[in-house]
């Protein structure tokens, strides 16, 4: 079935530092590719996504290439800010039309210290 | 203009009761999903409803129901509760069907003793 594979937190950076944060995803169809980002006590805000392979999602500095020779969806951040600390989620669309069922990753929790 | 809306906010429950938790959409969206999303792990797929019919189910027990309403918003109830039931609830909201990005409330946390 589909399913997410993310890379496991805890993660702990410095100020500007640069960010990486795995995922990977079953290879099932043509699936859309999302980043979601959960801040503490609150839902979930999309970040990011990409509909299609060589695709690249973009916003608030954060980037992901949907990849699909590597069946991969990684998250980058050039420089973090305190603000960054958050839950992030990669999660992926249906194989098929039909439903909206995402599929999401188990998160990684970043924190970035002053 | 307004972002998905759910109530209530937090609830606690013991176990046994049901609960009712209800959503609004983004105006101009149909569809609604509800998610689980117990502590610590990623929200799991509890139901999709587009046009007030159901069009997807996840791999839950059948305490757990769904509506949809003629204005789109939905409601979720669980009967007999049990202590796993324990999490946040959330709904997201989209235009249809055709691979649209889903929007998501803030949820609704709920606790049963």
């Known amino acids: 079935g589909d399913s997410v594979t993310q890379m496991e937190g805890p993660v702990t950076l410095s100020e500007e530092a640069f960010l990486t944060i795995n995922c990977t995803y079953t290879a099932t169809g043509y699936p859309s590719l999302f980043w979601y980002v959960q801040y503490p006590g609150e839902g979930l805000q999309l970040l990011l996504k990409a509909t299609k392979a060589d695709d690249k999602g973009s916003n608030k500095g954060f980037e992901a290439t949907y990849r699909k020779e590597t069946t991969s969806f990684h998250l980058e951040k050039g420089s973090v800010q305190v603000s960054d600390s958050a839950v992030y989620f990669c999660a992926r669309g249906p194989s098929n039309f039909g439903n909206e069922k995402l599929t999401f990753g188990t998160g990684t929790r970043l924190t970035i210290i002053p | ?113």
């Open chain 2, 1 to 113: 203009d307004a972002g998905v809306t759910q109530s209530p906010t937090h609830l606690i429950k013991t176990r046994g009761q049901q609960v009712t938790l209800r959503c609004s959409p983004i105006s101009g969206h149909k569809s609604v999903s509800w998610y689980q999303q117990v502590l610590g792990q990623g929200p799991q797929f509890i139901f999709q409803y587009y046009e007030k019919e159901e069009r997807g189910r996840g791999n839950f027990p059948d305490r757990f129901s769904a509506r949809q309403f003629p204005n789109y918003s939905s409601e979720l109830n669980v009967n007999a509760l049990l202590l796993g039931d324990s999490a946040l609830y959330l709904c997201a909201s989209s235009l249809g069907l055709a691979r649209e990005t889903q929007y998501f409330g803030p949820g609704t946390r709920l606790l049963v003793l």
